[in-house]
């Protein structure tokens, strides 16, 4: 099978690596690539050389980013090209547009490396949904916020330090917003509730990130016997899901608190097998590049994707409730104390909560609010 690849950064360079020394019968015919950096022979700036090329049955997208991303995943389904795409963001932004596409010219499109990186993912809740529904599923799907979180607790240090830490390593970028904020696991959240809800996930869901995590903080919960993380998660009923992306305080002898460095780990619970977690690397070039390729292979073996959501689940915040402990330096007139410069409030919805937290931060600019496991 002949592909092309567009994008040849981190992920797009693992995906070559692979195919080249892994993959025989895969050969990668064209890449995408800016002008000024066509230094491989079958690079080209002109995505039209992929399109109209009838050899290329299939489009990697490396690219990252909205547009022109969007763009050229349209016009490779049109074209009749299967897409296998790592881009969580455009995937998450379009999902349902891409299904409609591929399944009106006949062709897939594949998207394990969006969310969990190497991890089996997207073919770990694929394989549930074929006998169980999915009643919920729960993780750290950010290896950059795990690993902060993680060099808070075991160096005792403060957020800006494991920050920095972490972009001295690599696992930060010079702007953190969208992993300290929660978009990208906002992104992998809304992936995963569209598959394991069989339903078109909606983007509002209520987001809250670590930004104003603190050493003290950290210090706090664990006199309680808890570690914050940073977990996306969502459960269904009775035709109704809800789905948030908050901090969230675990028990130090879970699973999830005990996830070291950049790792990620996610859960999904069925009714016959019960719960389900999936450990292992969740970025990175190889083990990203691994899975864009095990999408390939699939493709190559004739087995198809496709997403039809038709459940006609509907979102219902009110399913997703929990007991929130609210930390701020402002006086609050409400809840019961929980530990010092603590609140704690029973039974909110994730909406609840994040509009809470919105209004204590108009006082106080570092207030934070984290779910309790």
Same mark, same amino acid.
């Given at each position: 099978?002949?592909i092309?690849i567009?994008?040849?950064?981190t992920?797009?360079?693992?995906?070559?690596?692979?195919?080249?020394?892994?993959t025989?019968?895969?050969s990668?015919?064209?890449?995408? %690539?800016?002008?000024?950096r066509?230094? &491989?022979?079958?690079?080209?700036?002109?995505?039209g050389?992929?399109l109209s090329d009838?050899?290329?049955?299939?489009?990697?997208?490396c690219?990252?980013?909205?547009?022109?991303a969007?763009?050229?995943?349209?016009?490779?389904?049109?074209a009749?090209?299967?897409?296998?795409?790592s881009?969580?963001a455009?995937v998450?932004?379009?999902f349902? %547009?891409?299904?409609?596409l591929a399944?009106?010219?006949?062709v897939?499109?594949?998207? %394990?490396a969006?969310?969990g990186?190497?991890?089996p993912?997207?073919?770990?809740i694929?394989?549930?949904?074929?006998?169980?529904?999915?009643s919920s599923?729960?993780?750290?799907m !950010?290896?950059t916020?795990?690993?902060?979180?993680?060099?808070?607790d075991?160096?005792?240090i403060?957020?800006a &330090?494991a920050?920095?830490?972490?972009?001295?390593?690599?696992?930060?970028?010079?702007?953190p917003?969208?992993?300290? &904020?929660?978009?990208?696991?906002?992104?992998?959240?809304?992936?995963?509730?569209?598959i394991?809800f069989d339903?078109?996930c909606v983007r509002?869901?209520?987001?809250?990130?670590?930004?104003n995590?603190?050493?003290?903080d950290?210090?706090?919960?664990?006199?309680?016997?808890?570690?914050v993380?940073?977990?996306?998660r969502?459960?269904?009923?009775?035709?109704?899901?809800?789905?948030?992306?908050e901090?969230m305080a675990m028990?130090t002898?879970?699973?999830?608190? !005990?996830?070291p460095?950049?790792?990620?780990?996610v859960t999904?619970?069925?009714?016959t097998v019960?719960?389900?977690?999936?450990?292992?690397q969740?970025a990175?070039?190889?083990?990203?590049g691994?899975?864009?390729?095990q999408d390939?292979?699939?493709?190559?073996?004739?087995?198809?994707r496709?997403?039809?959501?038709?459940s006609?689940?509907?979102?219902?915040?009110?399913?997703?409730r929990?007991d929130?402990v609210l930390?701020?330096?402002?006086?609050?007139?409400a809840g019961?104390p929980y530990?010092?410069?603590m609140?704690?409030?029973?039974?909110l919805?994730?909406v609840e909560a994040?509009?809470?937290?919105a209004?204590?931060?108009? !006082?106080?600019?570092?207030a934070?609010?984290?779910?309790?496991?």
């Open positions: 099978m002949d092309a567009l994008g040849y950064g992920v797009g360079k693992g995906v070559g690596e692979i195919i080249a020394s892994k025989p019968g895969i990668v015919k064209r890449i995408l %690539e800016l002008p000024d066509l230094t &491989d022979p079958r690079m080209t700036s002109d995505y050389d992929i009838g050899a290329i049955e299939l489009v990697v997208e690219m990252g980013g909205i547009e022109p969007h763009t050229f995943i349209c016009q490779a389904l049109s009749g090209k299967h897409v296998v795409t881009n969580k455009v998450a932004a379009h349902a %547009e891409f299904a409609q399944a009106d010219n006949g897939s499109l594949y998207i %394990e969006s969310v990186g190497g991890i993912w997207i073919a770990g694929d394989k549930a949904r074929r006998t169980d529904t999915i599923f729960m993780g750290i !950010n290896g916020t795990n690993y902060i979180v993680y060099s808070m075991k160096a005792g403060d957020f &330090d920050l920095r830490d972490a972009q001295e390593k690599g696992y930060a970028e010079r702007d917003s969208a992993d300290i &904020d929660g978009i990208d696991v906002a992104n992998k959240t809304i992936i995963t509730a569209s394991a339903c078109p509002d869901l209520p987001v809250t990130g670590i930004r995590l603190s050493k003290r950290m210090e706090l919960f664990a006199k309680h016997g808890l570690i993380k940073l977990i996306g969502g459960v269904q009923d009775a035709g109704r899901y809800a789905v948030a992306v901090p028990e002898s879970s699973l999830e608190a !005990n996830v460095a950049n790792f990620n780990l999904l619970v069925g009714d019960g719960e389900l977690k999936f450990y292992g969740g990175g070039m190889l083990p990203t691994n899975a864009v390729v390939v292979l699939d493709c190559a073996e004739g087995i198809r496709s997403y039809d959501f038709s006609g689940c509907t979102y219902d915040p009110d399913l997703l929990s929130y930390r701020t330096t402002a006086s609050v007139d019961e530990d010092e410069g609140r704690l409030f029973r039974g919805t994730a994040k509009e809470l937290l209004a204590t931060i108009e !006082n106080d600019p570092a934070i609010i984290v779910a309790l496991g």
